[in-house]
């Protein structure tokens, strides 16, 4: 699991986000890398139901049960998705400051680098 947000926006631990990575033997580099861009079909399953669940003005859990959501499509090498679920669902006026947030945690996650390469530096 990916731990980056760990008390990101003072989230509880119960709220943070803990995105599974999947990892696959690559046998050119000898090590196990993450993979879940390329079972895209695994870590995304039950994606749609869990966003037809998303509560529109609950005030606990807004902000990451949208997170959680983003993040899955982020790792599973679906950026652009990502950010317009994001912009779709996350409607409060804070929206910009939070994706500028998340990004800079992000461009320091070394899962996130590896799937994103150059695009993440």
């Known amino acids: 699991m990916v731990t980056a947000f760990y008390g990101f926006e003072n989230f509880t631990s119960m709220e943070t986000p803990l995105p599974s990575i999947v990892f696959k033997f690559?046998?050119?580099?000898?090590?196990?890398?993450?993979?879940?861009?390329?079972?895209?079909?695994?870590?995304?399953?039950?994606?749609?139901?869990r966003i037809r669940n998303l509560t529109p003005n609950a005030e606990w859990f807004y902000l990451?049960?949208?997170?959680?959501?983003?993040?899955?499509?982020?790792?599973?090498?679906?950026?652009?998705?990502?950010?317009?679920?994001?912009?779709k669902e996350y409607r409060r006026p804070d929206k910009e400051e939070m994706?500028?947030?998340?990004?800079?945690?992000?461009?320091?996650?070394?899962?996130?680098?590896?799937?994103?390469?150059?695009?993440s530096r």
């Open 99 to 119: 994706k500028t947030k998340i990004r800079a945690v992000l461009k320091k996650q070394p899962v996130y680098r590896f799937i994103y390469g150059a695009k």
């Open 64 to 87: 990451s049960s949208r997170l959680d959501i983003a993040l899955d499509y982020i790792y599973a090498g679906k950026e652009q998705e990502a950010w317009s679920f994001f912009d």
């Open 26 to 49: 690559d046998q050119q580099e000898r090590k196990y890398l993450p993979a879940n861009h390329r079972f895209q079909s695994y870590v995304l399953r039950g994606i749609e139901k």
